[in-house]
């Protein structure tokens, strides 16, 4: 079975300190991993994607099928960015189930 | 891209009673997902809704609680069926367009369940 664990549901840090989302997976085969974030009165919408290797809003985040984790990353935080970040995983091309983490609240205090 | 609305955006329904929630979308898609977020927990799929054939449902989710209708491409429901409270949640559709590269889902903003 697939599960997706991030292990900090809360996390806070101070504008232009780096910040580092984790999230860690389980799945025997391939998967497609994928970012979605969700700011304040918006809707959920896809951050970033594994296969893509793309920065969007300053994130990376690099799949290491090793330590089975894809965390995402930003150098240097900005207010904008608090919302609520999730980790989803596909076993299947073209993201069609996607299994979610439990979601990190990312605060960025000024 | 894909703009996906869904009504009601919120309802308070008493123990017993049924609730149904649409979900609309801007243009013909195949595949529609309907996903279930708990209160404090992670968003869980309930089922897929292909237009023309019957809804697939996760492990854990049966078509008498949550019967799905996608009559066409733009357009599907899903029914709450004897409602408890353990069935407050937020309830989201989502669309994945159709598309050989197609990747990302676009989700609803949701309906908001409270049960009493």
Known sequence: AQRVTQPEKLLSVFKGAPVELKCNYSYSGSPELFWYVQYSRQRLQLLLRHISRESIKGFTADLNKGETSFHLKKPFAQEEDSAMYYCALSATQGAQKLVFGQGTRLTINP | ?116
């Open chain 2, 1 to 116: 891209s894909a703009v996906i609305s869904q009504k009601p955006s919120r309802d308070i329904c008493q123990r017993g009673t049924s609730l149904t929630i649409q979900c609309q979308v801007d243009s013909q898609v195949t595949m529609m997902f309907w996903y279930r977020q708990q209160p404090g927990q992670s968003l869980t799929l309930i089922a897929t809704a292909n237009q023309g054939s019957e809804a697939t449902y996760e492990s854990g989710f049966v078509i008498d609680k949550f019967p799905i209708s996608r009559p066409n491409l733009t357009f599907s429901t899903l029914t709450v069926s004897n409602l408890s409270p353990e069935d407050s949640s937020i309830y989201l559709c989502s669309v994945l367009p159709t598309g050989t590269h197609s990747y990302e889902q676009y989700f609803g903003p949701g309906t908001r369940l409270t049960v009493t």
